[in-house]
């Protein structure tokens, strides 16, 4: 059984994986900063398979939570795949940026740019030995001049470059970077606290994708959830 580092496990699309990979008999090492959410989480994935799962509480931003979770992961054995869902928003509703705070901006880029290259760095000894994965969770705010997105956007942005150069860089490594497009999570309904978000897709429906980038054989480089599906469906 191989075993896979989620961030940001215990609700929406990196608890889709999570149960998707569960329910294969992968091993988990998962994260969030809501502790209680985490641990009723981790539970029930205990019992969607046969795998250990592994919940660890923290800010994907401290080094030693991100040091934590890599040595989790190596201590299980067989350290093949880490996704980087962990996000944060930011200020909702989106302030402009003439407007948006500088201080939020920093730790908008600790924990979307900064905390998953510390992640890969840590992983890539072992990802290399295996021919493992990185995945890391995008958006098209990252590539859309949507207004009052520029501190969210921009911090995805980086996530994005940091993740081209990486697959450059990284031969051995397959390096994916996936935008999941709109889905109903507490994050989405956070960027719009006003609308009614009941007719976005679950993150159940999108997670499947993520699970043909682990498995299959696809180049390293950008995806979107949307089309790896429909690309599925007409296979």
Do not use: C
Request: proline share 8%; aromatic share 6%; charged share 20%.
């Amino acid at each position: 059984m191989s075993t896979a580092i989620i961030t940001g496990a215990s609700r929406g699309l990196g608890f889709a994986v999570a149960a998707e990979l569960a329910a294969a008999g992968w091993n988990l090492v998962i994260d969030a900063r809501d502790e209680p959410a985490l641990a009723t989480a981790a539970r029930a994935l205990g019992e969607m398979g046969q795998g250990q799962v592994e919940p660890i509480a923290g800010d994907v931003a401290d080094d030693g939570h991100a040091v934590a979770l890599v040595e989790a992961a190596i201590a299980i054995g067989d350290f093949t795949v880490l996704i980087n869902n962990a996000s944060l928003l930011g200020p909702s509703p989106q302030p402009p940026l003439a407007e948006y705070p500088i201080e939020t901006y920093e730790r908008v880029i600790a924990a979307n740019v900064v905390a998953p290259l510390r992640l890969i760095q840590l992983s890539l000894p072992y990802l290399r030995e295996l021919r493992g994965t990185v995945i890391n969770v995008t958006s098209d705010a990252a590539v859309e001049p949507y207004p009052g997105w520029g501190g969210y956007g921009s911090s995805k942005a980086g996530l994005e470059q940091l993740s081209n150069v990486l697959a450059a860089e990284e031969p051995e490594v397959n390096v994916y970077w996936i935008d999941p497009g709109d889905m109903r999570t507490r994050m989405q309904q956070e960027a719009f606290p006003d609308e009614d978000i009941s007719d976005r897709p679950a993150p159940e429906t999108r997670a499947p994708a993520l699970i043909d980038l682990i498995d299959g054989d696809l180049p390293s480089g950008r995806y979107q959830a949307e089309h790896l599906l429909t690309e599925q469906v007409v296979a």
